[in-house]
């Protein structure tokens, strides 16, 4: 066993996971392997079973378009009351832990994660089109080896204010390294990982325990507040501080706006909605509902915009009622300025009280034009 795991992981990985984790030979014959998945998850679903058979094609193809990665499959077995399911990573879990996903490329790590186990992480090495990487097993970790953190939060005292109490804290762990071919670079798909809860004291203050070398996401809520998302990373025996939070309260605005095919915006009927902070806004019903035209997110009380859906771009047209800009020309709009987006490269613009801004939506073919007031100040 340990030559061909040698053979298929390299002997640094192998150290790895026999530190972590109990991985079982992995079989020389992947479709034998497939077979033998597909024929266990008929027995639980057939519609299941088909399922999985179908997006294994599907993702053998992309990985062909790409010209890059390859399929994996194998099973996750966890020691203890934990499910498969609950375990985060970036593969797509089925019934009785077998998983499946397009790698981006061989030679880079697949993580497992689960709070309260030993983290796990596995490297394809290929060939493909498919790989079976085996049954992974993962096992409880001891109480001796885990870590601890502390932080802070911080409120400020405005009318409507939250009192510390009604603070939320709470932890999840994620599933990195990722190495996804379908969404490279994306958080952990897990759907159904538990949460940690931290409690928060008099004083603001707040901790937390019994927590493996993992990476958390800490989010924070509180009512008529901006949530906040920090990741956190954990090591052995050790105790992580947090910086302190301070919680901002919403900054909601009014807006009014219109849409048009092209930036002829003279006949456009003009609509109004309300903005918040980690809104996403369709400006229009002929974007898809699981889309959206802008992103809205605050930063130190100020709102900011951006789009997941480039080439998208906008400019500040100043200060000014919005039908005074209903003659707006495209020309305002050129290829040179940034697309928005939520990357450092690219642009999160700012939104003032009173300016109306021109979008050039080219992914869903329209322009937008908007005013935006702040009725709260």
Request: charge should be negative; proline fraction near 7%; charged fraction near 25%.
């Amino acid at each position: 066993m340990l030559q061909i795991l040698r053979a298929r992981l390299g002997l640094a990985s192998l150290l790895v996971l026999s530190f972590f984790a109990t991985v079982v030979q992995a079989g020389d014959d992947p479709d034998a392997a497939l077979e033998e998945i597909l024929q266990s998850l008929r027995k639980v679903d057939r519609a299941t079973g088909d399922a999985f058979e179908k997006r294994v094609e599907e993702l053998k193809q992309l990985a062909v378009k790409r010209r890059t990665g390859h399929v994996v499959i194998g099973q996750i077995q966890v020691e203890g009351k934990t499910l498969p399911v609950d375990v985060a990573s970036q593969v797509h879990m089925f019934p009785d832990g077998y998983f499946l996903d397009a790698i981006r490329k061989p030679g880079e790590s697949i993580g497992f994660r689960a709070h309260g186990y030993e983290p796990v992480d596995v490297t394809p090495e290929g060939p493909g089109p498919i790989e079976d990487l085996g049954i992974i097993r993962m096992k409880p970790l001891s109480a001796d080896r885990t870590g601890s953190a502390e932080g802070s939060v911080m409120i400020k005292k405005l009318p409507g204010a939250p009192k510390l109490d009604q603070v939320d804290i709470r932890w999840t762990i994620l599933g990195f390294p990722t190495n996804s071919l379908t969404r490279p670079g994306a958080y952990p798909r897990s759907p159904a990982r538990t949460s940690l809860k931290s409690k928060v004291a008099a004083d603001g203050s707040f901790s937390i325990t019994g927590m493996v070398p993992a990476k958390y996401r800490l989010t924070v809520k509180a009512p008529n507040c901006l949530t906040q998302v920090l990741d956190v990373d954990f090591a052995e025996k050790e105790t992580t501080k947090v910086e302190p939070i301070l919680i901002e309260m919403n900054q909601t605005m009014n807006v009014e706006f219109a849409v048009a095919p092209e930036c002829d915006f003279a006949k456009a009927q003009v609509e109004k909605t309300k903005f918040v902070p980690d809104l996403k806004w369709r400006a229009s019903d002929d974007v898809p509902e699981f889309a959206s035209d802008l992103q809205i997110r605050q930063k130190d009380g100020k709102l900011y915009m951006m789009s997941a859906y480039s080439p998208s771009r906008c400019v500040d047209l100043g200060k000014a009622e919005l039908n005074e800009k209903r003659n707006v020309e495209a020309a305002e709009v050129p290829d040179s300025v940034p697309w928005l987006g939520d990357d450092g490269q690219l642009l999160q613009l700012p939104i003032e009280d009173g300016h109306v801004y021109l979008i050039r939506q080219s992914h869903w073919k329209h322009w937008i034009l908007f005013r935006a007031t702040f009725a709260d100040k």
